[in-house]
């Protein structure tokens, strides 16, 4: 059985045999769980992403809304990724959100592009905070400016950066921890307030 393919498994699941999708589950579980688990570092909120990717799994191949776009796992891994993100947008609306590791960041310009669901006129706005902030990024060094653009724009972790970078994570939280203070400086020098 284990030398069946992921689209062979999947096709038995949909044609009913329940005893397919737990290998599949079986087969990819380590490498799903790792990659959410390093994303979060956290064991418990990990156990919890995983359970609902898998559970979000099951709905789509029920509802046989999965189409075979290539390798499985990678398409498991895109919805694990999308519910992380969900995950800290639901939690920057209750909590500040801080991009650094540091608790004592009273304020971050980040903080308003954070997502929440926008109408029309505030993903106008926040394209405008986002303009303004790619305007204000060519004052930085240039490692800084990529540190920045990776993490802010690109949703990177600090781990992918610092892989993405060839540096190391300290080097890395240090780069975006001095781009924001002088973010924060040309923002005073510029009177430029990002606001919604």
Do not use: C
């Not at 959410?36 to 956290?42: Q, R, S, T, V």
């Amino acid at each position: 059985m284990k030398t069946k393919t992921d689209s062979w498994l999947i096709s038995e699941y949909r044609n009913g045999n329940e005893k397919t999708l737990s290998i599949l589950i079986e087969r990819h579980q380590k490498d799903l769980f790792s990659f959410i688990f390093y994303k979060l570092m956290d064991e418990d909120l990990a156990n919890d992403i995983f359970q609902d990717t898998f559970m979000k799994i099951i709905v789509t191949l029920k509802e046989g809304r999965y189409n075979e776009e290539g390798k499985f796992i990678l398409w498991a891994k895109r919805i694990a990724h999308n519910l992380i993100i969900d995950h800290y947008r639901l939690k920057s609306k209750h909590i500040k959100v801080s991009e650094t590791s540091y608790e004592n960041d009273e304020f971050s310009i980040f903080d308003l592009i954070s997502g929440k669901e926008e109408n029309i006129e505030e993903r106008l706005i926040s394209q405008q905070i986002q303009d303004d902030l790619m305007k204000m990024l060519i004052f930085l060094p240039q490692n800084q400016q990529e540190v920045i653009k990776l993490r802010f724009f690109d949703g990177l972790s600090f781990k992918e950066i610092a892989d993405q970078t060839e540096t190391s994570i300290n080097t890395t939280l240090g780069r975006v921890r001095y781009a924001l203070i002088n973010l924060r400086k040309i923002m005073e020098e510029h009177n430029i307030i990002l606001t919604r």
